[in-house]
């Protein structure tokens, strides 16, 4: 059978599956690696609860509470950042690292991010961002600029502790996380001033 005639046999059965019953979306929805809160929805505008306080910015800098499902069998350990690709500085900003999160955590409580959290899980640690100092940071993007875009990623990682202290720079983290990621998933929040 020629390659054109195998390509049209497969766009035909493709075509019928969707009048036979087959719902493309439910199947591919089930088992994936996912993250969500209830303070921020995926693409819409962080509330001034999430958003810095300081820089000019008065927000009351809680951290949003974030929930997973679906940790990727071989999972070890789970890392939570947040990140803004389009701060101003050539590298993006870090606002919020916790490592050594167990593999069966299914997420982290609103407010984890205080410096001084009583709520991460037993084992968790926030490291340093680019505010200078452990804990959560809010949006706080410079005045009359572009929306911002804050992803919350969930990292499902093939080892069970990284090897960084409370001090160690965002950069470290992301250089591990390159290595020992098995899956990612993500929630983006949008954010301007």
Same mark, same amino acid.
Request: proline share 6%; hydrophobic share 40%.
């Given at each position: 059978?020629?390659?054109?005639?195998?390509?049209? #046999?497969?766009?035909?059965?493709?075509?019928?599956?969707?009048?036979?019953?087959?719902?493309?979306?439910?199947?591919?929805?089930?088992?994936?690696?996912?993250?969500?809160?209830?303070?921020?929805?995926?693409? #819409?505008?962080?509330?001034?609860?999430?958003?810095?306080?300081?820089?000019?910015?008065?927000?009351?800098?809680?951290?949003?509470?974030?929930?997973?499902?679906?940790?990727?069998?071989?999972?070890?350990?789970?890392?939570?950042?947040?990140?803004?690709?389009?701060?101003?500085?050539?590298?993006?900003?870090?606002?919020?690292?916790?490592?050594?999160?167990?593999?069966?955590?299914?997420?982290?409580?609103?407010?984890?991010?205080?410096?001084?959290?009583?709520?991460?899980?037993?084992?968790?640690?926030?490291?340093?961002?680019?505010?200078?100092?452990?804990?959560?940071?809010?949006?706080?993007?410079?005045?009359?600029?572009?929306?911002?875009?804050?992803?919350?990623?969930?990292?499902?990682?093939?080892?069970?502790?990284?090897?960084?202290?409370?001090?160690?720079?965002?950069?470290?983290?992301?250089?591990?996380?390159?290595?020992?990621?098995?899956?990612?998933?993500?929630?983006?929040?949008?954010?301007?001033?």
């Amino acid at each position: 059978m020629s390659a054109r005639k195998t390509l049209m #046999s497969f766009v035909i059965v493709f075509a019928l599956s969707g009048t036979m019953g087959f719902n493309n979306t439910s199947w591919a929805a089930e088992g994936v690696f996912t993250v969500n809160s209830p303070e921020i929805t995926e693409s #819409s505008f962080i509330t001034q609860e999430q958003v810095f306080a300081g820089f000019g910015c008065s927000g009351k800098n809680i951290s949003p509470e974030l929930k997973w499902e679906n940790v990727p069998a071989g999972t070890k350990s789970i890392t939570v950042t947040a990140y803004d690709p389009d701060a101003p500085t050539g590298s993006g900003w870090w606002h919020w690292i916790v490592v050594n999160i167990a593999a069966d955590s299914k997420g982290l409580a609103k407010g984890a991010g205080m410096a001084d959290s009583k709520t991460l899980p037993e084992g968790a640690m926030q490291v340093r961002t680019d505010f200078g100092a452990p804990g959560y940071g809010g949006p706080c993007p410079p005045e009359g600029d572009h929306a911002h875009r804050y992803f919350f990623n969930v990292y499902a990682l093939d080892v069970e502790r990284l090897d960084v202290d409370e001090n160690a720079a965002p950069a470290l983290v992301g250089f591990y996380l390159n290595f020992h990621t098995i899956a990612k998933a993500s929630l983006m929040g949008l954010y301007r001033r």
